[in-house]
């Protein structure tokens, strides 16, 4: 593999369905808590507007189209699509990559990654942390049912391949014993169904996640996504002065994206020819969980260029030059390189002027 190759995390949210209604009315969508976002200080950049894309509808053909062109144009090389199965079938989201898949547009490479979590309200944008809907791993046959759910997807001709194996991502890797017996399994029914094995790439998101333990269950590849790992390298002094403040000034905790970018890239683990690292897009998770979130201050198109060249310096000299990119449309996190009111598409033409740099190097 002689080019950096950049995969963006998708989010289908974007398109109102049955269980979203009922949690929280009807026609709910992530444009609904982007929509609310409220500036809790004065350099608080909120609300954030979609500017080229608009508030979109996943379920429009040509929207999918525009954001395949888009990422194309800019560098990206593939959507890696957030997936929901709860267990025993049940899914959520479904519809935007259901619809891609079935009209075999856009002519765009994507896999998936299976986002294997609870949702919690909280998280989702509701006052309280009650589960609505737990994730569930009922055994040997729901693990078949899900393969054979997604086989059509896996037999399109865009599914991502890396060393010609399809490529297929586990948020949490470590959430349950039977992932081990999940990735025995659908390794034998690939081969069963005339598949190319899977590449198997596993999740991690903080320093005290083990990328030896998730190897070890059978993965091939280990992402890390590194967005706080810098409150851990804080000084013991300004973490409880920024408790005090978040407390007495009823705001969210907030940091510089320079500083907090310093420690995106973990030199000791990152270099590792089977750590896929991840550039990261900003961060504002206030949309969804008001004062209680954090926020990256300062996210400009200079600070992300720092970043972007930093990680592309370092991959550049690996032979698996992959990274993913948290994310393409994640609007309610803050984290996302579509066009915005404010920056228009800065953002995108330096991730495309940087990745032009370092191609065949």
Known sequence: MKDIKAIAFYLPQFHPVEDNNKWWGNGFTEWTNVGKAK???????????PKDLGYYDLRVAETRKAQAEMAKEHGIDAFCYWHYWFGNGKRLLERPLHEVVAINEPDFPFCLGWANESWKGFAHG??????????????????VNHFYTMLDTFKDKRYLRIEEKL????????????????IRMWRALAKENDLNDFYFIGHINNLDQSYDEVLNLGFDAVNTVRIVDFMKNDNLLSRVANKFIKRMLRRPNYFTYSK?????????IDNLENVIPSLITG????????KEGLVLTNYTPKSFKEHIEYVFENVSKKENKLIFVKSWNEWAEGNYLEPDLKFGR????IFKDVKIKYLNR
């Open 346 to 349: 800065q953002f995108l033409e």
């Open 126 to 143: 509701l006052k309280n942390r009650n589960t609505l809907i737990e994730q569930l791993y009922p055994g040997k046959e729901d693990i």
């Open 283 to 290: 961060w504002d998770h206030t949309p969804r969980s008001g």
């Open 260 to 268: 907090a970018s310093k420690y995106f890239y973990n030199n000791t």
């Open 167 to 182: 490529v297929f991502l586990i948020y949490k890797p470590l959430a349950d014993c039977s992932i081990k017996d999940f």
């Open 39 to 49: 500036k809790y200080f004065k350099t608080h950049y909120q609300p954030r507007i």
